[in-house]
């Protein structure tokens, strides 16, 4: 207790020696006035719709809107599983903005797809439109120059960074450990939505940061994501939501931030704005040229758009970070409880992270007891997909109790499936009578996006030694799943930033669109059901004894052990993975003819030896009571 106590006092002192503990209202005006002094702030269109360019997907949602009475409101809603297709509808819609663009992002990184959303978002500030963006601080914008240009590149965009450590917009290690002793709940809690709203007549959210691994263009490492687009009344709601975190006192201004205030006042010369540097300028303009084809914007996007009555935007308030347990802070989180509780014949759950909320879990078991109980199918990661080991640890921990209690019908993804292999493949082909890399607009066919690479690997700033997945005994580019959908008896569908494990549930505020409309449902289905295939998956089922009564007991001493909080060490499980065998249709574990066509291929199919196997083990026998935390 003396030493930890020691630690604290030597943390916080070290950190408040550092320059400017505390910024004084002189400083902020200094930097507020050298900002409103920058050349080259005013605005470079003025035009009553801001020298706007036209955009199906926007003049959709103002129908949507014009078409809305009180008692029956239109909405047009998109499903964005292309990544390709979602980063194309947030181009079409900044670009054709005329009054505000407001971003919520968690992460916002500095490679090709950071670069090139901020560079659009400063076009359309400078051409006149309102621009905030809001993100969190801890994982967006590590460089104090950007942030710098940021503060002064246009009067009419703004930027915040949600929860900063000790009002830095830099975590360096020393804040970084103090942060976490002294203050660890204030610490953990992030907001982890994600929005593009464009005049509050549209908008798009899901599970996509600003990076490049969440829209295929990393050449190693990449995310199965998905988004969802809504405009028309829909917009309000977002809108709405995005003002309440944008006015929180979380939400902090660039100037009110120790280390951005002092960049600005000793910065003399006004930084400008640069053009960007992309890893693959080719790519770069093919997108930006696709944002401005109709064609192709109605032969990917608009054609599959559909008019729905019920859709709802739904958000955790900011005050969630204050009042973790307060019940009306968590609106979202209550919104998907009830509606898995109300489930009649099934659920479908896409998630990255299976572990499990106590009140998750008492909504399963109490379905589980139904007659007959709906069915649960669950398409999750698997240790060799997920970059979150740790996490993984808890879901492997409890495998048993998914089986037995809850009645899942688990898929985990592999780390080269098909259905993630071809979504890179979608994202980065060209015609073959084109020179690679040349931008062409043409609807229908098949596109090259070149791989790229991102500038800041380590979430923390560091190499990302501790985020990458565990090494593998395969060889090719990776995938892991990132989306995080639902679907409830074919009728209501979410998609959005939940994760539906604790840290969602208590701690991360989280925001989704869910829809109440059979056609989109069982268009999210599909999606998530081919992630399940036996080419994109391994299925979960129980381990066969191999030993006549000695395989009894093992599986009886791994149950006992599985429920101990700690000490849960027997290496045999109750269940393992298991791969379809040549021939064979895909059939869930319960059927008796499963074992006759799929085969085990081990707890832990294609991962190499290594600390991060060792280290799942560990965190399986003693970590199961930081499963919030992480």
Not at 402 to 427: N, V
Not at 445 to 455: L, T
């Amino acid at each position: 207790m003396h030493l930890r106590r020691y630690i604290l006092l030597l943390l916080v002192s070290c950190v408040a020696l550092l320059p400017g503990c505390a910024l004084t209202r002189a400083q902020i005006r200094e930097a507020g006035a050298i900002v409103a002094a920058s050349p080259g702030r005013g605005d470079t269109c003025h035009q009553a719709d801001r020298c706007a360019k036209p955009s199906p997907l926007l003049e959709a949602a103002q129908e949507a809107i014009a078409a809305s009475t009180p008692g029956h409101p239109v909405n047009a809603v998109t499903l964005l599983d292309d990544s390709e297709a979602a980063l194309v509808a947030r181009l079409s819609l900044i670009r054709a903005a005329q009054h505000s663009i407001d971003v919520q992002t968690y992460i916002w990184d500095e490679d090709d797809i950071g670069q090139l959303m901020l560079d659009e978002l400063v076009q359309a500030a400078r051409r006149g439109v309102k621009v905030r963006i809001l993100a969190d601080q801890l994982f967006s914008f590590g460089d104090l120059a950007l942030l710098d240009r940021l503060a002064r590149v246009s009067r009419n965009l703004e930027v915040k960074l949600y929860n900063p450590t000790f009002h830095d917009a830099q975590t360096p290690p020393l804040e970084f450990a103090a942060g976490v002793v002294c203050c660890f709940m204030k610490f953990n809690q992030r907001m982890h939505n994600k929005l593009l709203l464009v005049d509050d007549a549209i908008g798009i959210t899901g599970g996509r940061n600003y990076q490049n691994r969440y829209f295929n263009w990393d050449p190693d490492f990449d995310y199965l994501d998905r988004d969802v687009m809504a405009g028309g009344p829909v917009g309000r709601e977002m809108a709405d939501s995005f003002a309440l975190f944008w006015n929180h006192k979380r939400s902090v201004p660039l100037i009110r931030l120790r280390d951005v205030n002092r960049r600005i006042r000793s910065d003399g010369a006004p930084p400008g704005w640069p053009a960007p540097h992309y890893t693959d300028p080719a790519r770069v303009a093919r997108a930006q040229a696709e944002a401005e084809d109709p064609d192709w914007l109605a032969a990917w996007i608009a054609d599959d758009t559909l008019q729905v009555s019920r859709v709802n935007y739904f958000s955790d308030l900011p005050a969630k970070t204050d009042k973790p347990h307060k019940r009306d802070a968590r609106e979202l989180t209550a919104q998907l409880m009830r509606m898995v509780a109300d489930a009649k014949h099934e659920v479908v759950l896409q998630t990255p992270y299976l572990v499990l909320s106590k009140r998750a879990e008492d909504i399963f078991k109490h379905l589980r007891k139904q007659t007959p109980p709906p069915g649960i199918i669950v398409s999750t990661n698997s240790l060799a997909a997920t970059d979150a080991f740790a996490v993984y640890a808890l879901s492997y921990k409890h495998r048993r109790r998914y089986l037995t209690e809850y009645g899942f019908q688990i898929h985990e993804l592999k780390p080269h499936a098909d259905s993630a292999e071809e979504a890179f493949e979608e994202a980065n082909e060209t015609e073959d009578d084109g020179p690679a890399g040349t931008p062409i607009a043409t609807p229908g066919k098949a596109h090259r996006r070149f791989p790229g690479n991102e500038r800041r690997p380590g979430v923390f700033g560091s190499q990302g030694k501790r985020n990458r997945p565990a090494p593998l005994r395969s060889n090719g580019r990776r995938y892991s799943l990132h989306a995080k959908s639902m679907v409830v008896d074919d009728s209501f569908a979410m998609v959005g930033s939940h994760n539906f494990d604790p840290r969602s549930d208590h701690y991360n505020t989280e925001a989704a669109v869910i829809v109440q409309d059979p056609r989109f449902a069982s268009e999210l289905r599909d999606s998530i059901l081919e992630d399940t295939l036996p080419q994109n998956a391994w299925t979960i089922g129980r381990r066969e004894p191999g030993i006549p009564v000695l395989g009894d007991i093992s599986l009886a001493i791994g149950n006992l052990s599985s429920h101990l909080p700690l000490f849960d060490l027997w290496p045999f499980r109750y269940a393992t993975s298991y791969e379809i065998k040549p021939g064979c249709a895909p059939l869930a574990p319960d059927n008796p003819k499963f074992r006759q066509c799929y085969t085990p291929v081990g707890d832990f199919p294609d991962v190499a030896i290594s600390p991060k196997l060792i280290y799942t083990r560990l965190i399986t026998a003693f970590g199961a009571g930081v499963k919030g935390v992480l």
